[in-house]
């Protein structure tokens, strides 16, 4: 059974564990620093040579060294004050004492790993100063071959902080940037998921609109060849003539709202399987050699399904343009009993995904599922990328 800490020691277990799942390298300095502290009072306290007034500076130098973390200038040059004090008011006291030498290496690497260079510079001096102190101190039982091992070893404490710090600030700023590039990818196939659908909505309401107004006008052409006789028939025309303009009315009003500010709108017929010709013959134009196979009896498509068909050859042709470099296509159109299976393929080298970082892909992918398909790409075999479509067709995709 797990006993229950006091009252007054959770804030602090809260802590420590808040350090451990978040900044452990904090933590880790933290008892690092309480462990030298602890080692700096206990062997001078324990000194009988070492008067009050040195505890005193002891105890000033171990809390400064609690702090090198979060004041990493100021702190250790605090520290290395309190103790260089203590050396000059008696040195047979503090004489061939480890835990200060200790507390100057760690000095030494903490203002080296959490200061910009100006100021990990000017800790170095500093140290050093303290190290020729404590030899002129000590010249009695020390020559100056023992200052140039302190100052060496003062040395390696400091540009082992340095460098590793310096290390580690590389690795995180490439690890931000990668998090960046990767945030600022996923927005961007956000927004083109979106745009693709705005652009979805327009060309279906030009579409749609086509055939409202067809209908429309075909029901205003029966009404006026009605006889006096057929009032009601007339009535029930006229109520489709108002709901087909009404419905119109509608439709621009809410494509108008998804139309970018200032774009004017398309009054040209939407393309479709039909126009494919045209469109290889500009995409040979731009400098893609592109083939063309179709099998089967072509069949008559809905109006948006055959726009939808149209734009995955086109926007898998624009991918080539754009990420094969110098390559050739192919386009094959498959007419089935049921179903329209569309291959566009080239040779050229492949960017990973073929479709401008999947953007172009999850936009094609949108417009083929809204007529119940599919679609799939991939590295072809033998190089270059490969876009598969399917799309039902007749009752299958009702």
């Known amino acids: 059974m797990t006993r229950a800490l006091p009252r007054g020691y959770r804030p602090q277990v809260a802590i420590i564990h808040d350090l451990r799942s978040t900044d452990r390298g904090r933590l880790s300095h933290y008892l690092v620093a309480l462990s030298i502290s602890v080692f700096v009072v206990v062997e001078m306290a324990t000194n009988e040579l070492a008067p ?40 047979d006291a503090t004489y061939d004492m480890s835990a200060p030498f200790l507390a100057l290496l760690f000095m030494s690497w903490s203002v080296a790993t959490y200061n910009d260079k100006g100021r ?27 200052y140039f091992f302190i100052g060496l070893f003062i040395s390696v404490a400091w540009a082992t902080g340095y460098l590793l710090s310096r290390r580690a600030a590389q690795s995180r700023v490439m690890l931000e940037r990668a998090a960046r590039v990767e945030r600022e990818a996923v927005a961007a ?23 409202v107004s067809v209908m429309t006008v075909q029901a205003g052409a029966v009404r006026r060849r009605l006889g006096p006789e ?8 006229e109520a489709v003539e108002g709901t087909g303009r009404q419905a119109l009315t509608e439709m621009r009003r809410l494509v108008g709202l998804l139309r970018e500010q200032g774009a004017t709108p398309e009054f040209s017929p939407q393309p479709g399987l039909g126009t494919i010709d045209s469109l290889l013959d500009g995409v040979r134009a731009a400098g893609l050699p592109v083939d063309l196979e179709v099998e089967g009896a072509p069949h008559e498509l809905a109006p948006g399904a055959d726009l939808a068909a149209y734009r995955v050859i086109q926007e898998a042709l624009t991918n080539a343009l754009k990420y094969a470099g110098p390559a050739h296509a192919w386009v094959s159109v498959k007419w089935g009993a049921d179903e329209l299976e569309l291959e566009i393929a080239n040779d050229g080298r492949s960017n990973g995904d073929g479709a401008g970082g999947g ?23 033998g190089g270059g990328y490969v876009v598969r479509a399917r799309l039902p067709i007749g009752e299958a995709a009702a």
């Open 52 to 91: 009050t007034s040195l505890v005193v500076l002891s105890v000033i130098a171990a809390f400064a060294l609690l702090l090198t973390r979060d004041a990493p200038f100021v702190a250790p040059l605090v520290a290395g004050a309190a103790l260089t004090a203590g050396i000059v008011i008696d040195p």
């Open 120 to 146: 990990a510079i000017a800790g170095l001096v500093a140290f050093q100063l303290v190290g020729l102190i404590a030899n002129i101190a000590f010249r009695e039982q020390n020559g100056l071959a023992d």
């Open 189 to 211: 196939a956000e927004r083109a998921v979106i745009e693709e659908r705005q652009r979805i909505a327009r060309e279906l309401h030009d579409v749609i609109a086509h055939s």
């Open 230 to 237: 057929q009032e009601k028939e007339r009535e029930a025309l």
């Open 359 to 381: 953007q172009g892909l999850e936009g094609m992918r949108e417009r083929v599922s809204l007529y119940g398909g599919e679609i799939t790409s991939g590295v072809r075999d």
